[in-house]
């Protein structure tokens, strides 16, 4: 079947740390896969995506590399900022139609100042 | 552009009454429209899809007695929780699909609905 495990939270990092929130899929076939970014009080908006291996996404200084060989999608960001506090989601789709998405439980990430 | 908003943001209601959800695309044409369900430090699970007409595809594990969902125009489809239980309390979102973007989705900000 189609699953995303997604490392738990809560994240709590000090300003202009390094992020990592692992990512890893179970599928069917070649899925695309997505990270997703909640803020507090909003709706998921899409952070990056990538649909076949070796892509990597990137926006906003985030970044994550499809790699089939791990099955993993990792999400990184170099030098985090008060502002990324959010909930982040990892998800895949099976192929790159409309299809539905099988989302990870989502990883908290509260940064400091 | 591709803004999904939905109303009410929140909703108390008492058990046994109904309540509806409504979710809007303002900017686009939505040719599809999915329901999730999000609990508490939990993934959001669908609960069903719903295109322009038809009637909606409901995950298993779903009632589709319970939670009605009508999509009868391109910009608006309703979900509504029928004859409510505290179970069924919870962080209910949409996402639609149309426009420019077909296979992309965007989210609603969700509905917090709480039975007492």
């Known amino acids: 079947g189609n699953s995303v495990t997604q490392m738990e939270g809560p994240v709590t990092l000090s300003e202009e740390a390094f992020l990592t929130i692992n990512c890893t899929y179970t599928?069917?076939?070649?899925?695309?896969l997505f990270w997703y970014v909640q803020y507090p009080g909003e709706g998921l908006q899409l952070l990056l995506k990538?649909?076949?291996?070796?892509d990597k996404g990137s926006n906003k200084g985030f970044e994550a590399t499809y790699r089939k060989e791990t099955t993993s999608f990792h999400l990184e960001k170099g030098s985090v900022q008060v502002s990324d506090s959010a909930v982040y989601f990892c998800?895949?789709?099976?192929?790159?139609?409309?299809?539905?998405?099988?989302f990870g439980r989502g990883t908290q990430l509260t940064v400091w100042p | 552009g591709a803004v999904v908003s939905q109303h009410p943001s929140w909703v108390i209601c008492k058990s046994g009454t109904s309540v509806k959800i409504e979710c809007r695309s303002l900017d686009f044409q939505a040719t599809t429209m999915f329901w999730y369900r999000q609990f508490p430090k939990q993934s959001l699970m669908l609960m069903a899809t719903s295109n322009e007409g038809s009637k909606a595809t409901y995950e298993q594990g779903v009632e589709k007695d319970k939670f009605l969902i009508n999509h009868a125009s391109l910009t608006l489809s309703t979900l509504t929780v029928t004859s409510a239980h505290p179970e069924d309390s919870s962080f209910y979102i949409c996402?639609?699909?149309?426009?420019?973007?077909?296979?992309?989705?965007?989210f609603g900000p969700g509905t917090r609905l709480t039975v007492t």
């Open positions: 599928a069917t076939g070649y899925p695309s």
């Open positions: 996402s639609a699909s149309g426009g420019m973007n077909t296979y992309e989705q965007y």
């Open positions: 990538a649909t076949k291996a070796d």
């Open positions: 998800a895949l789709k099976r192929g790159s139609t409309l299809g539905r998405l099988y």
